[in-house]
T-cell receptor
Framework: EAGVTQFPSHSVIEKGQTVTLRCDPISGHDNLYWYRRVMGKEIKFLLH????????ESGMPNNRFLAERTGGTYSTLKVQPAELEDSGVYFCASSQELRGELFFGEGSRLTVL | EDQVTQSPEALRLQEGESSSLNCSYT??????LFWYRQDPGKGPEFLFT???AGEEKEKERLKATLTKKESFLHITAPKPEDSATYLCAVQAGAQKLVFGQGTRLTINP
């Protein structure tokens, strides 16, 4: 069974540019989450999808971040325009049940110069 | 506000030297406490979920315990391959996990 896959593994962009991160959850997992870890800080929640619906987006830092999950399968997280403080590692996770184990991808490292 | 504090930040042990990692938490309505292992450049890998005070779970050389205020991850006779960052997270009323900063464990051969 394939795990959670994320693309790209590393992206380097200039301040003001746009970046789109993609996450493919484990097949059959309705719950999809985005988290991120900025330098020196703990991993923090960004948002939660149940199928194609946003269940909780309380962790999204501002309106420069846009997450979508069309058709309830893969998800994208777009940052536009990127700022220096957006640098970090963005993790995607999925789960079958609401209460239980989250399976994480290897993360997408974003560097904004 | 839900909060998780892990200690120590880093721990260096000799192979075979047992120890414990601490996770203190404050949360309104704990639904679960999770331990994850993270290797450099990888995503967190699930280890245990604990749901209520007094619960214990074991996996190989690892044993996790839970009280009303904290959780311990006990490592018995560790090996170099146990070197990793160990993350603690709590799940409260919402579905999201609140993570601690992690404990970076190094086991020297």
């Amino acid at each position: 069974e394939a795990g959670v896959t994320q693309f790209p593994s590393h992206s380097v962009i200039e301040k003001g540019q746009t970046v789109t991160l993609r996450c493919d959850p484990i097949s059959g997992h309705d719950n999809l989450y985005w988290y991120r870890r900025v330098m020196g800080k703990e991993i923090k929640f960004l948002l939660h999808f149940v199928k194609e619906s946003k269940q909780d987006e309380s962790g999204m830092p501002n309106n420069r971040f846009l997450a979508e999950r069309t058709g309830g399968t893969y998800s994208t997280l777009k940052v536009q325009p990127a700022e220096l403080e957006d640098s970090g590692v963005y993790f995607c996770a999925s789960s079958q049940e609401l209460r239980g184990e989250l399976f994480f991808g290897e993360g997408s490292r974003l560097t904004v110069l | 506000e839900d909060q998780v504090t892990q200690s120590p930040e880093a721990l260096r042990l000799q192979e075979g030297e047992s120890s414990s990692l601490n996770c203190s938490y404050t949360v309104s309505g704990l639904r679960g406490l999770f331990w994850y292992r993270q290797d450099p450049g990888k995503g967190p890998e699930f280890l245990f979920t604990l749901y209520s005070a007094g619960e214990e779970k074991e996996k190989e050389r690892l044993k996790a315990t839970l009280t009303k205020k904290e959780s311990f991850l006990h490592i018995t006779a560790p090996k170099p391959e146990d070197s990793a960052t160990y993350l603690c997270a709590v799940q409260a009323g919402a579905q999201k996990l609140v993570f601690g900063q992690g404990t970076r464990l190094t086991i020297n051969p």
